[in-house]
Each structure stands twice: as C-alpha cells, then as structure tokens.
Nanobody, 124 residues
C-alpha cells in the first residue's frame, strides 16, 4: 500500500514563492504518475499539475501555468510543487496523489492514493 506524506506549505504574502513536497513509501515510486490537486474554501478539489514517472511529461491547470512547476526525484521518492508569484486565490489545501501508470491525468478520480493535505495561505 502506497503512503504519501506531505510537507511544506504555510502562510505567505502575495508574490512570494513556496515549495511543497510529497514523499511516497510502500511502493515503487518510479512506476507512479503523480499529481497535485487543491481544494479552495467552499469548493471541490481541482487539478493543479501532474507529472509522469520519468519527469519528462507534465501538465498544468491554466490557472497556474507559468507560475507553478511540478518535478520529482525518484531517488528520494519525492514529488515537488514549486509555487511562484502566489496570489490570494491560490489559498487552498493542496493534496498530492499517485497512480501506478505510465500516463498522466487531470482527473481526480483516476488517482488511487492521496496525501494528507497541506494548507497554503496567501495574503494580499
């Protein structure tokens, strides 16, 4: 069973940068597609970014393109979400997700494993 443990997050000012991490255990990390999702207050969870097993294929939500970057280190079983030029509307609980697959997907239901969630708060 794969377990995902997130770290990072916190409170920042608009325009700041932040990186959140997600460490996987209990599986072969290099087999997994990884995704980041977020849940804004009062809204459903939404797709942020995804990365394939090799790190060579990524996808982003339009709202974060050019500001956020997803990456992974298979030697450390870790996926990262680098968030730059943060805006108040980025305030949300962010979740990492994993699925044993060589493709990627923006669909929440496609993923099998989820991290515990990390709060990111951006003030103006």
């Amino acid at each position: 069973q794969v377990q995902l443990v997130q770290s990072g997050g916190g409170s920042v000012q608009a325009g700041d940068s932040l990186r959140i991490s997600c460490v996987a255990s209990g599986g072969t990390f290099s087999r997994y597609a990884m995704g980041w999702f977020r849940q804004l207050p009062g809204k459903e969870r939404e797709f942020v970014a995804a990365i394939d097993w090799s790190g060579s294929w990524t996808d982003y939500a339009d709202s974060v393109k050019g500001r956020f970057s997803i990456s992974r280190d298979n030697a450390k079983n870790t996926v990262y979400l680098q968030m730059n030029i943060l805006k108040p509307e980025d305030t949300a609980v962010h979740y990492c997700a994993a699925k044993d697959s060589y493709i990627i997907s923006p669909a929440e239901r496609w993923y099998d494993y989820w991290g515990q969630g990390t709060q990111v708060t951006v003030s103006s």
